[in-house]
């Protein structure tokens, strides 16, 4: 490696190891334990890559990087933390961090990373980040910035380092297997295995015990516990009883409402009281539209990775992305982009293209349908009726008020601000707001307020 890194961290031991591997591997290293000294050295135009911790004596690593990106643009900044929590990853990610690290690192791990990251700054001077919670391959990814899923986070990260057993909810599709391995990856018992264990694992007498021996005080998760018959469910509540010096975190995932398959008969009551210790609902892709355009970078971001070709999204495909129901949720997302791009003539992914892979999936024609001629009314009317209709018998998630205008105030602004060249006087003129009202909006639907162009 060819470079000079920039330590910052509390613990002198870290700074020492860091130091030492970094100058055998061919580096240049200053090592403080002061954020004040770090971006003093920032300031100065020292380091080719920063490496920091988060909770310092003399302030928050994560509140930094601003800063840093203000007075240093396109320098890498590599956050560890003994903080391992997937709020700090979630921290990390939106203060655009390079990368993100949780502590005990793993040494040669980090001098991967700091390599790559001396190398783009070395070849573009640009870092594109890199942070992402751990996933495996063909896993979903834990990917959102919606009021939904920051709710999750919140949730997960309260229950991370518990023991509570956690009962996690939701749609096929959703990531639930994902929650509960992150839930493993980021708590204590990371170090720990992790066990999944399935119907016919438990089936035979010594399954139970089997399963234990292999978790050896890690987590068990029960995939789909509604569809496990009831003489497994008595074996699992046993194995649950049996306590002992290595005893596991359990979790359960299931797509059906478990209370109400309780009431059905179909799932042990004594089970389901010893399941919902925590109970996590993932959010369907539908209640949380605006995570859409992240979740398309992260796909397509991917495909590149493993060799495809390059692509992106014509804003009107985009928008076409946003408006269907995806009733297979962030799986079916996946694989639509995955068949897009494959099949996309251009490097740029067309509405027409999109038009024609999704017609061949379910709930299309509500996205696509609709006369030119149909009222404002009708057409949030419809949508709204789809909405509704796709929850079945059960009733939507509660704050339907909210989400909705939230749907409807977002294009509106942003359509008023690229037809005033977004000017926000003007602006707000044309809407009959007040100014501060504008903004105040602008600041709670993170619009992006950039050079617009007026509309003719």
Avoid at 11 to 32: E, F, N, P
Avoid at 88 to 103: G, R, S, V
Avoid at 175 to 196: E, M, W, Y
């Amino acid at each position: 490696m060819d470079g000079t890194v920039l330590v910052a961290d509390d613990d002198r031991t870290i700074r020492t190891v860091l130091t030492q591997a970094l100058t055998r591997a061919g580096c240049k290293v200053h090592a403080t334990s002061s954020l004040t000294t770090l971006m003093r050295w920032v300031a100065e135009g020292k380091g080719d890559v920063v490496i920091s911790d988060v909770m310092m004596p003399d302030g928050n690593g994560l509140e930094m990087l601003p800063k840093i990106a203000e007075d240093r643009p396109g320098l890498p900044v590599i956050v560890i933390s003994a903080q391992n929590t997937i709020m700090t990853a979630i921290q990390a990610a939106e203060a655009e961090a390079y990368d993100y690290l949780p502590k005990p690192f793993d040494l040669p791990d980090l001098m991967k990373r700091t390599a790559r990251a001396l190398e783009v700054r070395r070849t573009s001077g640009a870092p594109t980040s890199q942070i992402e919670v751990k996933e495996r391959p063909d896993e979903l990814p834990l990917v959102g910035r919606t009021p939904a899923m920051q709710a999750l986070y919140r949730l997960v990260a309260k229950v991370m380092n518990t023991d509570l057993s956690v009962l996690i909810s939701g749609e096929s599709g959703t990531g639930k297997s994902l929650i509960a391995r992150a839930i493993h990856d980021f708590s204590d018992r990371r170090n720990l295995p992790f066990v999944t264990a399935t119907a016919a694992d438990l089936s035979e007498l010594e399954g139970p015990s089997k399963v234990l021996a292999r978790a050896k005080g890690g987590t068990v998760l029960f995939d789909e516990i509604s569809d496990i018959d009831g003489e497994v469910q008595a074996r699992i509540v046993r194995m649950m009883d049996a306590g002992g010096d290595a005893t596991p975190r359990f979790m359960a995932t299931s797509q059906s409402d478990l209370s109400r398959a309780m009431d059905d008969g179909k799932v042990r009551q004594d089970l389901f009281y010893r399941l919902s210790g925590a109970s996590i609902h993932v959010p369907a892709l539908r209640e949380r539209v605006d995570d859409i355009p992240l979740l398309t970078e992260h796909f397509l971001a991917r495909a590149e990775r493993d060799g495809s070709a390059a692509r992106r999204f014509a804003d009107g495909a985009l928008e076409l992305m946003r408006v269907y129901s995806w009733p297979g949720n962030v799986r079916q997302l996946e694989n639509a982009i995955r068949r897009l791009v494959l099949t996309a003539r251009t490097d740029e992914i067309t509405r027409s293209e999109v038009e024609a892979v999704l017609g061949n999936q379910p709930e299309l024609e509500p996205a696509l349908g609709g006369a030119d001629t149909e009222k404002l009314s009708g057409a949030v009317a419809r949508h709204l009726r789809r909405y509704f209709d796709l929850h079945g018998n059960m009733l939507p998630p509660p704050g339907v008020y909210a989400r909705i205008l939230r749907e409807v105030e977002m294009p509106l602004i942003e359509i008023a601000l690229d037809a005033t060249g977004g000017n926000q006087a003007k602006c707000a003129d044309l809407l009959g707001i007040n100014r501060n009202t504008l903004r105040k909006k602008i600041t709670d639907l993170d619009i992006r307020v950039t050079r617009r162009r007026k509309l003719m």
